[in-house]
């Protein structure tokens, strides 16, 4: 058996390699095409990474500064995550609370050391040197999984600033009106003198000295009330707070006023539209605040008439008791000074009943305001913050 060799033509030969040389060529060209690319490529990515080293360089120095900004805050700064643990802390913020606080639960840390005031957004605690710091407390979102930020801004100072004004100017109002109030402790004072004088005539009756024993009495305890009104005024702010609920004060209030409403023949109306309020208080100051409101609309109710005493919520959650008579009420020019002291439209008036329901509601948190129609009543109404439970 002999192989067959097939030959090939010289034409055939001559195609191949021109077959070849084409494939080569387009070959080479794809190469160097794809070699430039690669060139271009690789000096974008170079341009690329100059920019994010740049960037990051830039981002490097802000954090740096922000740092450096955050260390040197005089406000306390606490980064809570969105477990309530915090996280970070400044230097003013450890100063305040302690160096330990990184992975504590912030709400434990709040109760444990923080307590509110009746101011709101106003926080105090006591240091280890036994002093009282009070704070301004802010919380601000940090992200959408929970996270917060919380500003703790220490304005002890001018609070306490602030608290030595309000005496200047209690003390300065006292030394203003010393002539009228000289006066109003004279007259009740001879007048018991005069009543007493009259007990050692010889022969009196029996139902004459009683007589004068009841008047000298009535004058001297008018003489106490004042004293003692003058000395809540001086002191301004309320004592010592505790949990008040509204119930208890109301019933309190009802039960105190029930003697002289009887007396008088009007009808006291208590409504409570906020049952559920807890209040922060002193109890017997706003208790006292508020009997003066009763009983200043008592004496304006004529018999039959019918003082409201009212209790509901703002829309803030605020509290807002209200007292109003049907009264004869007061006009512009007695509403813009009603509040000052020693100004009294009664005869037997002091002029600090109303100066001392002012101080006691805003050494509270809250306000004051009055409203009248002259021949149809007046309403007093106190908003005042809740405790919130």
């Known amino acids: 058996m002999s192989d067959t060799v097939k030959h090939v033509s010289p034409q055939e030969l001559e195609q191949a390699f021109s077959l070849f040389n084409e494939a080569s060529a387009q070959l080479t060209g794809a190469y160097h095409e794809l070699q430039g690319q690669v060139e271009r490529l690789t000096g974008e990515l170079a341009v690329a990474n100059g920019e994010l080293r740049r960037q990051y360089l830039e981002k490097e120095a802000l954090s740096q500064?922000?740092?450096?900004?955050?260390?040197?805050?005089?406000?306390?700064?606490?980064?809570?995550?969105?477990a309530g643990r915090i996280s970070e802390t400044n230097a003013a913020a450890q100063r305040l609370l302690g160096d330990d606080l990184v992975g504590q639960d912030w709400d434990k840390v709040l109760v444990h050391d923080l307590r509110r005031t009746a101011t709101p957004h106003e926080w105090e605690m006591t240091a280890a040197d036994a002093s009282l710091h009070r704070f301004n407390l802010s919380v601000n979102p940090l992200d959408t999984l929970g996270g917060r930020i919380v500003l703790l801004h220490d304005v002890t100072e001018a609070y306490l600033m602030e608290q030595e004004l309000q005496r200047h100017q209690r003390l300065s109002a006292m030394g203003e009106m010393a002539a009228g109030l000289a006066h109003q402790l004279r007259t009740p004072l001879a007048t018991a003198l005069l009543y007493t004088a009259n007990l050692s005539k010889p022969g009196l009756a029996e139902t004459d000295r009683m007589r004068f024993a009841d008047k000298a009495v009535a004058r001297l305890r008018h003489l106490e009330c004042l004293i003692q009104d003058m000395l809540s005024f001086v002191k301004g702010q309320a004592g010592a707070r505790a949990i008040l609920p509204l119930t208890e004060l109301l019933a309190e209030l009802t039960q105190i006023?029930?003697?002289?409403?009887?007396e008088r023949?009007?009808?006291?109306?208590?409504?409570?539209?906020?049952?559920a309020c807890v209040l922060r208080a002193d109890r017997k100051a706003l208790t006292g605040a508020l009997l003066n409101l009763l009983e200043n609309a008592l004496q304006a109710s004529d018999a039959g008439g019918r003082v409201v005493l009212r209790?509901?919520?703002?829309?803030?959650?605020?509290?807002?008791?209200s007292v109003s008579d049907a009264?004869?009420?007061?006009?512009?020019?007695?509403?813009?000074?009603l509040f000052e002291p020693f100004f009294t439209t009664r005869i037997e008036g002091t002029g600090l009943g109303l100066a001392i329901v002012r101080n006691v509601v805003e050494a509270h948190g809250g306000g004051v305001e009055a409203r009248s129609t002259p021949g149809e009543g007046s309403e007093f109404v106190l908003n005042l913050p809740v405790e919130k439970i």
């Open 65 to 82: 500064r922000l740092a450096m900004l955050l260390a040197a805050l005089p406000a306390g700064v606490v980064v809570v995550d969105g």
């Open 257 to 262: 006023m029930e003697p002289q409403v009887l």
């Open 265 to 275: 023949g009007v009808t006291l109306m208590v409504e409570d539209l906020y049952p």
């Open 311 to 321: 209790a509901r919520r703002l829309e803030d959650g605020v509290l807002q008791l």
């Open 327 to 337: 009264g004869c009420g007061f006009d512009a020019a007695v509403s813009e000074r």
